[in-house]
């Protein structure tokens, strides 16, 4: 069976990797990005189930959602 | 025994002496015979002498005692000069008179002058009240300054021990479970050194950054400590969605400066800027570097400062916020005097304000305000 696949964004190295083992040892497939540039590709190109993200690091949280709900709508 | 105040001993010596002098000169002019005109003269206008002093030790109304008491010992010698033998008795008690009124007049004007002195003395002693009343105020309001600073910096502290406090939960949460590969325990355990020795620098830099002590001057990197203090501001910044811009040269050359205190001065302006921005403006802190200065200007959007105020806002106590207790400037404009610098309010292009400090790059000596001490 295909894991679901989640993306986590955050710029605190640490933490990402923290919740990256988390996820993993919850049977998640999980990426990795710093920041909301590299989410938006990483979105872009693996197509998650679920994104996870910090909301106060460079090329912010909420810009990442802003795009991700426009491409939601866009698809529809 | 019991013991007398000075001051009383000596207010009873004075009045024992006058009374003296009162009795002396009425028994003498009783004694000498009417016919030595030239002594009894001498005598009459001697009788100035205790009315007067009884004028200047006990006011007026001593004086006029005095005056009964000499009218009285001396009323039969008048008599006798009157109705015995005869010698110038109208002439006499003339004198007496004129001489009770200039001693009444004399005690009329030491009372005013002990009143002035008295006076004097109250409002002394009045401002000497309110003077150590105002020093207590002052105190008090330094420790407020010193804790509205604390709550702003308490919530940038919060945010920045939050993220490892969480990694090292996480990391601790996945070791108890037990079900991790090696690597992973391994990484684990990396992470939970790696974030308590950062929660451990961050106190550390917090401490010294909040402990008020005296100025250390060491080399300083002024971009790096411009941008020390960016981050400090970051959090309150975003809260308004107030963006801070830094202009510096990051190969500028090193300064000699107590990089904590203009880094709490600059946290100030930093913290001011932010606040007197409207949301989604932007502040910036401009750095340059001269041969023997440098200059770091702090810019916002706000309504800049009325040139009247321009001097007055580096007073302490003197606020245009409501929330404000007028000390934060003050002690900017202090902590930049101490470097040998000083701290401005110049008008900005846009309208906004423009905060100017001023610092010599070699600082030879620091003048320590208050203590005198100098700081090599």
């Given at each position: 069976m295909k894991r679901n696949h989640i993306l986590v964004v955050d710029d605190d190295s640490s933490l990402r990797r923290v919740m990256k083992m988390q996820l993993e040892e919850a049977g998640y497939a999980v990426s990795l990005a710093s920041d909301g540039e590299e989410g938006w590709k990483l979105l872009r190109s693996l197509d998650p189930h679920l994104v996870i993200t910090d909301l106060r690091m460079p090329t912010t949280g909420l810009q990442l959602l802003e795009r991700v709900s426009h491409e939601a709508c866009r698809r529809r | 025994m019991v013991a007398v105040p000075v001051s009383l001993r000596s207010q009873r010596a004075k009045a024992t002496s006058v009374v003296l002098l009162v009795f002396l000169l009425a028994g003498l002019t009783w004694l000498?015979?009417?016919?030595d005109e030239v002594l009894h003269n001498i005598l009459h206008h001697l009788n100035i002498l205790p009315f007067m002093l009884a004028g200047l030790f006990f006011g007026w109304r001593g004086a006029a005692r005095t005056l009964l008491l000499a009218a009285l010992l001396q009323t039969p010698s008048i008599y006798r000069h009157w109705?015995?033998?005869?010698?110038?008795a109208d002439d006499q008690l003339v004198e007496l008179s004129i001489f009770g009124a200039a001693g009444i007049i004399a005690g009329l004007l030491a009372d005013r002058e002990r009143m002035q002195r008295l006076q004097v003395e109250e409002t002394k002693a009045e401002l000497e009240h309110v003077y150590t009343e105002l020093r207590q105020n002052i105190e008090q309001m330094k420790k407020t300054e010193r804790l509205t600073a604390a709550g702003q910096l308490s919530a940038s502290l919060a945010h920045e021990i939050r993220n490892p406090l969480a990694s090292i939960s996480g990391a601790a949460g996945i070791l108890a479970r037990g079900q991790a590969s090696a690597e992973s325990r391994g990484e684990c355990l990396e992470i939970l050194t790696k974030e308590s020795q950062r929660l451990n620098n961050l106190l550390t830099n917090f401490l010294e950054f909040a402990r008020p002590r005296l100025p250390r001057p060491q080399p300083t990197d002024p971009a790096d400590l411009i941008y020390a203090v960016a981050a400090l501001a970051q959090h309150v910044a975003s809260a308004r969605h107030v963006a801070v811009r830094i202009e510096a040269d990051p190969r500028a050359p090193e300064m000699q400066c107590d990089p904590e205190q203009i880094k709490q001065l600059l946290l100030n302006l930093l913290l001011n800027a932010v606040q007197a921005t409207p949301e989604h403006g932007s502040v910036v802190v401009r750095c340059i570097t001269l041969p023997n200065a440098v200059t770091i200007e702090v810019l916002d959007e706000g309504m800049g400062v009325a040139v009247q105020d321009r001097e007055r806002?580096?007073?302490?106590?003197?606020?245009?916020?409501?929330?404000?207790?007028?000390?934060g400037l003050a002690i900017a404009a202090n902590i930049a005097e101490q470097h040998g610098g000083r701290l401005q309010c110049i008008e900005g292009d846009g309208g906004g304000a423009v905060f100017r400090l001023e610092l010599p790059r070699h600082t030879v000596a620091m003048r320590c305000r208050g203590t005198g001490q100098v700081l090599a």
């Amino acid at each position: 069976m295909k894991r679901n696949h989640i993306l986590v964004v955050d710029d605190d190295s640490s933490l990402r990797r923290v919740m990256k083992m988390q996820l993993e040892e919850a049977g998640y497939a999980v990426s990795l990005a710093s920041d909301g540039e590299e989410g938006w590709k990483l979105l872009r190109s693996l197509d998650p189930h679920l994104v996870i993200t910090d909301l106060r690091m460079p090329t912010t949280g909420l810009q990442l959602l802003e795009r991700v709900s426009h491409e939601a709508c866009r698809r529809r | 025994m019991v013991a007398v105040p000075v001051s009383l001993r000596s207010q009873r010596a004075k009045a024992t002496s006058v009374v003296l002098l009162v009795f002396l000169l009425a028994g003498l002019t009783w004694l000498t015979p009417p016919r030595d005109e030239v002594l009894h003269n001498i005598l009459h206008h001697l009788n100035i002498l205790p009315f007067m002093l009884a004028g200047l030790f006990f006011g007026w109304r001593g004086a006029a005692r005095t005056l009964l008491l000499a009218a009285l010992l001396q009323t039969p010698s008048i008599y006798r000069h009157w109705h015995v033998d005869r010698l110038d008795a109208d002439d006499q008690l003339v004198e007496l008179s004129i001489f009770g009124a200039a001693g009444i007049i004399a005690g009329l004007l030491a009372d005013r002058e002990r009143m002035q002195r008295l006076q004097v003395e109250e409002t002394k002693a009045e401002l000497e009240h309110v003077y150590t009343e105002l020093r207590q105020n002052i105190e008090q309001m330094k420790k407020t300054e010193r804790l509205t600073a604390a709550g702003q910096l308490s919530a940038s502290l919060a945010h920045e021990i939050r993220n490892p406090l969480a990694s090292i939960s996480g990391a601790a949460g996945i070791l108890a479970r037990g079900q991790a590969s090696a690597e992973s325990r391994g990484e684990c355990l990396e992470i939970l050194t790696k974030e308590s020795q950062r929660l451990n620098n961050l106190l550390t830099n917090f401490l010294e950054f909040a402990r008020p002590r005296l100025p250390r001057p060491q080399p300083t990197d002024p971009a790096d400590l411009i941008y020390a203090v960016a981050a400090l501001a970051q959090h309150v910044a975003s809260a308004r969605h107030v963006a801070v811009r830094i202009e510096a040269d990051p190969r500028a050359p090193e300064m000699q400066c107590d990089p904590e205190q203009i880094k709490q001065l600059l946290l100030n302006l930093l913290l001011n800027a932010v606040q007197a921005t409207p949301e989604h403006g932007s502040v910036v802190v401009r750095c340059i570097t001269l041969p023997n200065a440098v200059t770091i200007e702090v810019l916002d959007e706000g309504m800049g400062v009325a040139v009247q105020d321009r001097e007055r806002i580096f007073e302490p106590f003197f606020t245009t916020k409501e929330t404000g207790t007028g000390l934060g400037l003050a002690i900017a404009a202090n902590i930049a005097e101490q470097h040998g610098g000083r701290l401005q309010c110049i008008e900005g292009d846009g309208g906004g304000a423009v905060f100017r400090l001023e610092l010599p790059r070699h600082t030879v000596a620091m003048r320590c305000r208050g203590t005198g001490q100098v700081l090599a």
